[in-house]
């Protein structure tokens, strides 16, 4: 464990420092981290698009299956998290390190029960996710590794949320990023160089998200640091109830995420293989347009954290003002960005099939048309988290994809067909900013 005086140092930077610099300082290496990160999604999507419409759709439908897998990794590592960022304001060091290794073991557990049921029911899998009798083939074979892999998947997301709400999100970066550039660079040579295709980007993501797990793991052992014990793994039920209490709004944020892109993926599919590619290309470029964002937000978790913990209330609401100015105004440039050049960035990914381009571009630009609004919805989302607030935070995660867009998607569809499918997440972004004005108001309010 490391020596008390190293914490003492870093409590004394998260509630002392200006809240803008130690944000930003923050918030850089989680901005790194969600940006490669989201290039390393865009490649594989890229490098398989060469190999067709079918291919590019196949892959498209595991999308849901990794966001289940991320739900589990952020429900524990922002559960965990929240706990510790909250703990170690508090100067309680002993409980901070319990629930470091209690969210990390939990989590590789639930990561092994995912991976062995998905591998026993594979085929049936790939149907329920969306996969047509075209797409099967490339869908089975892009599942494959993935679950394999999913157990240090999950355990890398866990841990390097833990890390960010230490304010140590520079060893996640390594970690995360690390991790990224690996996949790209085994992309390529898979999938192209040994010939196996689809099968070959799934390897590459298995093998890359390895490495990430090992330097997270070697990460959280650096000084300043909870270090992960197995002698602190706790299964008393206060760990659980903690972990619940900080880690249900990402769970339910996730978990109905991936709900909304089976729905998504299984509708398209009455429209042909080119809509499924279309939608999943654009899930893709709109979670890279965003990461810049998520980065920047997760910079202010710490600081929140921290000051919460040490009532400090007024660097907390500080903080939160900072990071809604400057989110709102990149998403305004990212929205006329992806309005204006919506079909060359289309055309990267499936340039030769005129369908998935005319698809696509309507799909981007009516999803960049809410982008401004979501700076106020994703910060007072993560605020809420960090700060405790389980009910209005998980009732504001559930909502964007499951209360507004489920709902939107099912009556739209039917109504407008195609078009319904493409503007359900506008219809849905909009009715969450509406949601989010006075959760968000009151939480500040009683902050006194």
Known sequence: MAHQAEFDEKYDLMINLPVEKLVCRMAIPSIVTMMISAMYNMADTYFVGSLGTSATAGVGIVFSLMALIQAIGFFFGHGAGNYVSRRLGAQDLARASKMAATGFFSSLAFGVLLAAAGLMNLDSLARFLGATETIMPFARDYLKFILVGSPWVATSLMMNNLLRFQGSAFYGMIGMASGAVINIVLDPVLIFGLGMGVAGAS??????????????????????????????????????????????????????????????????????????????????????????????????????????????????????????????????????????????????????????????????????????????????????????????????????????????????????????????????????????????????????
């Open 203 to 448: 390897l590459a993501t298995m093998i890359s998200q390895f490495a990430a797990f090992c330097l997270l793991f070697r990460g959280c052992a650096k000084k300043g640091n909870v270090r992960i014990r197995l002698r602190n793994f706790s299964l008393l039920p206060y760990y659980y109830r903690e972990i619940v209490r900080g880690g249900a709004p990402s769970l339910i944020r996730q978990g109905i995420a991936a709900v909304a892109v089976v729905c998504l993926n299984r509708l398209a599919g009455a429209y042909g293989d080119a809509a499924i590619a279309a939608i999943s290309i654009v899930q893709r470029v709109v979670m890279f347009a965003n990461a810049a964002l998520i980065g920047f937000g997760q910079g202010f978790q710490p600081v929140c954290g921290f000051n919460y913990g040490a009532k400090r209330y007024d660097r907390v609401k500080r903080a939160f003002w900072f990071c809604v100015k400057v989110s709102t105004a990149w998403l305004l440039l990212m929205s006329l960005a992806g309005i204006v050049f919506a079909p060359g960035v289309i055309a990267i990914f499936r340039g030769d099939d005129a369908e998935v381009i005319s698809i696509g571009v309507l799909s981007l630009r009516l999803n960049c048309a809410a982008f401004p609004l979501m700076g106020w919805v994703i910060m007072n989302n993560m605020m809420l988290q960090t700060i405790g607030k389980a009910i209005p935070a998980s009732v504001l995660a559930l909502s964007r994809q499951g209360l507004f867009l489920l709902p939107a998607l099912f009556a739209l569809t039917p109504m407008f067909g195609l078009l319904g499918l493409q503007s359900s997440q506008l219809v849905a972004d909009v009715a969450t900013f509406i949601l989010a004005v006075p959760l968000g108001l009151t939480a500040l309010r009683e902050m006194k």
